[in-house]
């Protein structure tokens, strides 16, 4: 079977700067690259602002990036494009695909690609859309969450989020709920089909949870919830720091950054809880086991989602989840002994982490929600979804 040519465009995608921004399509993409039988073109495109803006030190260190690397066996390109922040999105998608087209009539012209991918929906899907119209290809899209509940939403990006859903040749989401908003908000149901995350399962599994909150500098002997992601109200970590204020003794750790953390901080010190809430800051991806296993219970009372990395991998430590209701949880999350599903109200989450502190499932039994998850499986079904699209299955 002749190899397959993909170029695939994610402005999502991690690098020096910010090593765990998209780091679950890096996983993927290095999978895919590892079986192979498909020649991945992998571009992440940086959105830098004209200047005096692009001085900013973060768009400065953006913009000094080598324009192409090879990271874990994936060749990466890194053409620029032009971004307003802040109230330019429904222009990012246009600057992207200019940015990208000559390189991909290039590398077309030397070695012809099968299909043309994008990981994210926005502003990745237009800009594939583009791209795949110029050269004739088919074109697939990836629906992970955000890019659905966000930009599929917002007036300046909606309509083009809709439109190159209808466009594609295919199209994959991370679970079934979010397959549903798809079609509710116009994309047909029968180019959609479910694509899990997948899951490095020798890295995320059970640890000795005492050497683990020694490494945290944690006390061994109380609860202690972990809370993984953004700092952003979207994720709810002020419901996790207010519940805690009825699970007595308790600790709160919380792993990552974001424009909320001014703001969680001060909640914590009004609640009198500044004591038991403990701010990480950015954990490299590879050391989140340690959190994880440090943890009696993962906890994240997310207003949205797709399917959420975080639960995937709070699993394989075998720690319970504490989540909201919405369709992605409940797909996972079909067992008491893996978590409960609450509303964002710190009564009903302080209520279901008591309920799971005082059961202990074993890691063992928890794990078992997410047997079938691997990074390998994850990256046969994507280059078999390819092949369908190139017609070449």
């Known amino acids: 079977m002749s190899k397959l040519r993909v170029l695939s465009l994610s402005t999502l995608y991690p690098n020096v700067l910010t090593p765990n921004f ?9 999978a895919v690259a590892k079986r192979g039988d498909a020649d991945l073109v992998m571009v992440n495109p940086l959105g830098i602002p004209p200047f005096p803006l692009s001085l900013h030190p973060r768009y400065r260190a953006l913009g000094r990036l080598p324009s192409t ?3 874990g066996g994936v060749s990466l390109l890194r053409p620029h494009f032009a971004l307003i922040p802040g109230i330019g999105a429904h222009r990012n998608a246009r600057a992207e695909a200019g940015a990208v087209l000559p390189i991909a009539r290039d590398l077309h012209a030397a070695k012809p690609f099968d299909v043309i991918d994008a990981q994210f929906f926005y502003p ?6 583009a791209v795949g119209a110029a050269l004739g290809l088919p074109v697939s899209i990836k629906a992970r969450g955000a890019d659905i509940h966000h930009w ?3 007036p300046a990006t909606r309509e083009q989020v809709v439109t190159a859903g209808r466009a594609a040749q295919g199209l994959l989401a991370v679970s079934q709920g979010l397959v549903d908003d798809m079609v509710a908000m116009g994309m047909p149901r029968d180019k959609i089909a479910v694509h899990r995350t997948g899951l490095n ?5 059970p640890y000795d949870r005492r050497l683990c909150r020694d490494q945290l500098g944690l006390p061994r002997e109380v609860p202690v919830l972990a809370t993984v992601g953004a700092l952003i ?4 970590q002020a419901f996790a720091i207010e519940a805690l204020a009825s699970i007595p003794d308790a600790i709160l750790i919380l792993a990552g950054t974001g424009a909320d953390e001014s703001a969680l901080r001060s909640l914590a010190e009004r609640l009198g809880l500044a004591e038991r809430v403990r701010f990480l800051g950015a954990v490299p991806h590879g050391d989140l086991p340690i959190v994880l296993n440090a943890a009696d219970i993962f906890v994240l009372p997310t207003a949205s989602e797709g399917l959420a990395n975080a639960w995937v991998e709070a699993l394989a430590c075998g720690t319970p989840v504490v989540t909201t209701p919405i369709p ?3 797909e996972l999350i079909t ?3 893996w978590g409960r599903l609450v509303q964002r109200d710190a009564a009903a989450i302080a209520s279901a982490t008591r309920e799971l502190l005082a059961e202990r499932p074993s890691p063992e039994a928890v794990r078992e929600a997410v047997a079938g998850f691997s990074w390998d499986a994850n990256a046969e079904t994507l280059v078999a979804h390819w092949r369908k699209l190139a017609r070449r299955d």
């Open 22 to 30: 998209g780091v679950f399509v890096e996983r993927q993409m290095q």
């Open 69 to 71: 690397e090879e990271r």
């Open 124 to 129: 990745d899907g237009p800009a594939a859309i």
């Open 152 to 154: 599929g939403t917002i």
């Open 201 to 205: 399962a020798d890295l995320f599994r």
């Open 233 to 236: 109200p979207r994720k709810g």
């Open 328 to 330: 992605g949880a409940r």
């Open 335 to 337: 067992n008491p002994a």
